[in-house]
């Protein structure tokens, strides 16, 4: 028997949440507003109108039970987003400034190294590079890549230089880039 929490959780409605809250909220007619939001019930119609019926309990359950805390839910409960990770939707998360910790983690895969070595680490299709807090989440972001190698940003020295730091509501580090004098590789 399954878990309780494994029970609840609907990998193919976080992917679908995805698809649309990051990258493509037209596919199903829908527009986020500056701060990515979106009506909830706009977004479970327009889902339902394009063959992805999800109940309001499903979309709930998800949201709760994300390992990587992907969606926020507004305070009314009447809206969602996207915590981080947008790509060809422009939006603007309202993030302040915070205070990184001195050190930083970036997981990529290994083919990648020779590259972010000489050019640093860039958002790429992203806006903001994602950084975590700790090496073991760095390792599961970068085995989704390949052959995962762990980078450590000297973050309290970028910080020092002006770079700015935002965390977002799943607890991600944001940054524009991550030039290659900050960046070491975890042995």
Sequence with gaps: ???????????????????ILRHHPESIGITLDSDGWVEIDLLLA???????????QELQETVDNNSKKRFTVSEDGCRIRAAQGHSTVQVSMNLA???????????????FLDSIMRQGLQAGARHHVH?????????????????????????AAMHQAGWA?????????LTEAVPPQYLAVVE
């Design 97 to 111: 400034p915070q205070m990184p910790p001195d050190v930083l983690y970036h997981g990529t895969a290994t083919r």
């Design 165 to 173: 730091f935002y965390l977002s509501d799943n607890q991600v580090w």
């Design 46 to 56: 327009q889902a339902q109108k394009h063959g992805r019926g999800i109940s309001r």
């Design 131 to 155: 950084l975590s807090a700790d090496r073991e989440t760095a390792v599961k972001v970068g085995q989704r890549h390949g052959k995962p190698v762990v980078l450590c940003i000297d973050a």
């Design 1 to 19: 028997m399954k878990k309780n929490d494994e029970m609840n959780d609907h990998p193919h409605i976080s992917k679908f949440l995805s698809y």
